[in-house]
């Protein structure tokens, strides 16, 4: 199991213009076969943690960063409103 999170601010004004394609992206990765999680931090509302979960090898999932037009979008929008996005990748041990 491959686990992909990324870690990411978003300003209460701008939440809802980004979460339209948060939604479109969630879906595609979900018919792409990926489970996808978002949390919202209990302390900072403007703080998200999205997860990725599939056994898929990691060259797919960064296929469908750059080609399908959903999740692209998403990641777009996200770089024009949030300052610090954190990206890391793990593989389950256990």
Wanted: charged content about 35%.
């Amino acid at each position: 199991m491959k686990l992909v999170s990324i870690l990411f601010d978003i300003e209460k004004d701008k939440q809802a213009w980004v979460f339209s394609d948060l939604k479109k992206m969630l879906e595609s990765l979900e018919k792409a076969g990926y489970r996808v999680s978002l949390y919202r931090d209990n302390v900072d509302a403007n703080r998200f943690l999205l997860h990725y979960f599939s056994e898929k090898p990691e060259e797919e999932l960064v296929d469908l960063l750059q080609n399908d037009p959903g999740v692209k979008s998403f990641f777009e929008k996200l770089k024009e409103v949030s300052e610090q996005v954190e990206v890391s990748s793990h593989e389950k041990i256990f």
